[in-house]
């Protein structure tokens, strides 16, 4: 069984290592596609990050190799592995959100900056920031693609009821 495994292994890894996505990898030196949803603003109590990859290993190097780097990178994080599938919806409805409140945000400026929004894919990374109410907004959105996923939804609705102002 272990042998066969190791074979099967063997021979998906050779084409992956070759492809050209798999080289954007190396250039960009982004391994992985991640969407990190964080609160930045001044709180009394923990609010936890929310973490989302397609993969544990995505998750689990945005925690120790991302957050290292932030004034708060022991925050503690919900993580969570999804399908590339769904993780591409999330990151097209973060940046859907994006398009629409920078049109927003420029005819109102001058509001608060709660909310990290970070995606990180082969392309590179960007980071958006929004007040409470907006994040909000983004976090009852992406709420909506994960009926299949009710941890990841869980944990959504958690931090968009840690951030609501009382």
């Known amino acids: 069984m272990i042998k066969s495994l190791v074979i099967f292994m063997s021979v998906f890894a050779i084409p992956i290592a070759h492809a050209p996505e798999s080289q954007e990898h190396v250039k960009n030196n982004m391994k992985y596609t991640v969407l ?36 708060s990178w022991k925050v503690f994080t919900y993580e969570h592995a999804v399908s590339a599938a769904l993780l591409k919806k999330l990151i097209e409805e973060a940046e859907s959100f994006e398009d629409t409140v920078r049109r927003e945000q420029e005819k109102t400026p001058g509001s608060g900056k709660d909310v990290s929004v970070t995606i990180i894919t082969p392309q590179g990374e960007k980071t958006f920031f929004y007040d409470t109410e907006l994040a909000i907004s983004l976090l009852v959105s992406l709420q909506k693609h994960c009926k299949g996923d009710e941890s990841l939804r869980s944990d959504l609705l958690k931090l968009q009821n840690r951030i609501r102002p009382l």
């Open 36 to 71: 990190a949803i964080r609160y930045i603003g001044e709180s009394d109590k923990p609010v936890p990050a929310v973490v989302i990859s397609d993969s544990e290993a995505g998750a689990e190097w945005y925690r120790t190799e991302v957050l290292k780097r932030s004034k």
